[in-house]
Each structure stands twice: as C-alpha cells, then as structure tokens.
C-alpha cells in the first residue's frame, strides 16, 4: 500500500511541474496542430450534418486546450493565447485558400500579415526586461 502511494505521488509530481522552455514550445506547436484540425473539422462537419467531422471538433479541441493549460506556466498567457490563436489563424486560412479554394484577396493577405506581426512583436515584447 504504502509503495503504490509513493508511486501516485511522483505521478503527480511530475505533472505539476513545469516543461522546460522547449519543450512548451514544442507542445504548443502540437496544440496548435490540434486547433487547426478541429476548426478544420468544423468545414468538414457541413452543420453537424457529418458524424465524424462533428466528433473531431470536440475531441481536437479538448486536446488543443489541455495542451494549453500544461504550457501555460511556462510560457505565460498572453505569449500562449497570441501565439495559438495567430498561428492558427494564419495555418487556418491557408487551408480555407488551398484546399477548400477560398479566395485570397489581397485584404486578407494584408491583414494576415498585420496578425503575424501582432504574435511577433507581442512575443518580442515578453523577452525584453521589464
């Protein structure tokens, strides 16, 4: 008993500890994968009219929002939040573009390119010493 409550306790020991820099930005990249696919799914759900489409919104979802909450800690909210969101903005619009045929007027570019160098310099601004 006492062996299985020592085992638990490093479990949780290392989950509450926070990732290193790296590795938060690797997991971030995943959750933003995760986000780009279930607001992809979202097209692909035509409504909620298509069974698996419809599943895949909430099940990408919920692991892009896990992901979050484990780099959180490290990396900071407004960096995470930025950086998810911009990212998967652009990521998503360039599918709308290229696969679902959207059309990229050169409105859109430009203001693609106005979110980029919002997650840039929002990222820019948490580096330098306050």
Excluded at 12 to 36: C, D, Y
Excluded at 78 to 106: D, H, M, N, Q, R
């Amino acid at each position: 008993m006492r062996r299985a409550h020592a085992v638990a306790s490093e479990g949780a020991a290392r989950v509450n500890t926070p990732l290193s820099v790296g590795q938060a930005w690797a997991v971030l990249a995943v959750a933003i994968v995760f986000e780009v696919a279930g607001t992809t799914s979202m097209r692909l759900s035509e409504g909620f009219t298509r069974l698996v489409p419809s599943v895949l919104i909430f099940v990408f979802y919920a692991a892009s929002f896990a992901l979050n909450t484990l780099i959180i800690r490290t990396l900071g909210l407004s960096v995470v939040y930025a950086v998810w969101s911009g990212v998967g903005t652009v990521l998503t619009a360039a599918i709308g573009f290229l696969y679902f045929k959207e059309p990229a007027t050169a409105m859109k570019m430009v203001c693609i390119g106005l979110i980029v160098v919002g997650v840039i310099g929002l990222h820019s601004a948490t580096r330098v010493p306050a």
